[in-house]
C-alpha cells in the first residue's frame, strides 16, 4: 500500500469582529478556511469574517485531533501558544 500523502492541520483562527480565537482540525486548510470566512460553518459563522493566525501540520489524524484537544480542553496550553504568538498577534 502506498504511504499517505495527507496532511492534518491544526489552526487557529481570529475573528476580526470580535477578536476571539476559533481552534480547529482539517486535512483541506485552504478549503476550510474559505469555509469559515463564507458562513458554511455553523459555530463561527456569526463571527466571520477570521484571520488565520497559525497551524501546524500533522501526518497522523489522532496526533491532530490530540493536540486540537489540548489546546481546546486545557488552559495551559492554550495560553502558552497564544503567548508564543504574540507578536504575530500584535501584543505587547
Known amino acids: 500500500m502506498p504511504p499517505t500523502t495527507f496532511m492534518f492541520y491544526v489552526y ?7 477578536s476571539n480565537f476559533y ?10 478556511f474559505r469555509e469559515h470566512n463564507m458562513g458554511v460553518s455553523k459555530s463561527t459563522r456569526d463571527r466571520v469574517p ?5 497551524y501546524e501540520a500533522y ?13 481546546k480542553g486545557f488552559k ?8 508564543r504568538l504574540e507578536d504575530s498577534l500584535g501584543k505587547t
Open 12 to 18: 487557529v483562527l481570529k475573528s476580526l469582529k470580535d
Open 76 to 83: 495551559n496550553a492554550y495560553k502558552e501558544l497564544i503567548k
Open 59 to 71: 501526518k497522523s489524524l489522532n496526533d491532530a485531533r490530540r493536540r486540537e484537544a489540548r489546546l
Open 50 to 54: 477570521f484571520e488565520l493566525v497559525y
Open 23 to 32: 481552534i480547529g482540525c482539517t486535512n483541506d486548510l485552504r478549503r476550510r
